[in-house]
């Protein structure tokens, strides 16, 4: 979750939104402070409540980007591209043991598809990611001349995404991922404990597709929360708001919970 495989870096540009001149959008500090019982689910003020509130129990928000970050953006994409389907240990254990003995990308494109699969085993759906991999770097290294990614610092957000969702197998959240991450841009990933809190909290509905919340929760949600706020929802759906038996009893945000108080069906329903 943490994203702390891998160098860090220890300088980083300023967010490509920023450098374009236009100001990120960023939360009005008060917000929090309106009254629970005028938060309308869905609305602004209520998300800025919800938000505020895991950001005071969690804390990933107040940590700085680096702490997150790879160093380099193309690890951050391998990464998350080991993740799908899989645990953290897992995606862990995969790219170590891939990145051991080939520390350079053009090492790993050198490798046959068969040769990747045996070492990313532990991540599951080895030959799906292995041949993946080595096309997107074969992809990259077509486009930009190298094993990096590093260039897209300077991009727009917009082309950022448009130039990874065009890459095989690199769907929305894998995308958030790399831009809020290593990237430092606006982005909210979606997994299923941030859809799952989002569906009980009135922010989305029942049948609403992870790819559908992201949407929302990117036009709503003001960037400086974003990265934080998707990293206090995953923590909060891990240890309180789980899919079965919620510790609603438990939780610091339930008075202001669409879901709170529901009969137990009516709660999973939402998960």
Not at 197 to 218: M, T
Request: charged share 25%; with cysteine; hydrophobic share 40%.
């Amino acid at each position: 979750m943490s994203r702390a495989t891998g160098t860090k870096r220890t300088e980083r540009n300023e967010p490509a939104k920023r450098a374009s001149g236009a100001a990120p959008r960023q939360a009005p500090r008060g917000a929090a402070s309106v009254s629970p019982s005028v938060l309308h689910p869905g609305s602004l003020n209520h998300i800025l409540f919800v938000l505020r509130e895991l950001e005071e129990l969690y804390g990933f928000g107040l940590l700085p980007a680096d702490e997150f970050a790879t160093g380099e953006p193309l690890d951050g994409l391998m990464l998350t591209l080991l993740s799908q389907n899989t645990n953290d240990r897992n995606r862990d254990k995969a790219y170590e043991t891939l990145r051991a003995g080939h520390p350079a990308w053009g090492e790993v494109a050198a490798l046959s598809s068969s040769d990747i699969t045996s070492l990313i085993r532990p991540a599951g759906l080895g030959g799906t990611k292995a041949a993946r991999m080595k096309d997107i770097l074969g992809r990259i290294f077509s486009d930009f001349g190298g094993y990096s990614l590093v260039a897209m610092l300077d991009w727009a957000p917009e082309d950022v995404r448009s130039y990874l969702s065009a890459l095989p197998g690199i769907g929305p959240k894998t995308v958030a991922c790399v831009m809020a991450f290593d990237l430092d841009m606006p982005a909210f990933p979606v997994d299923t404990h941030v859809a799952r809190l989002s569906r009980r909290l009135g922010w989305a509905g029942e049948k609403a597709s992870p790819e559908r919340i992201q949407e929302f929760l990117e036009a709503t949600v003001p960037y400086d929360l974003c990265r934080g706020g998707h990293l206090d929802m995953i923590e909060h759906g891990r240890k309180i708001c789980r899919a079965r038996k919620p510790e609603c009893g438990e939780c610091v945000i339930s008075r202001v919970c669409g879901s709170f108080g529901l009969p137990a069906e009516k709660r999973a329903a939402a998960r």
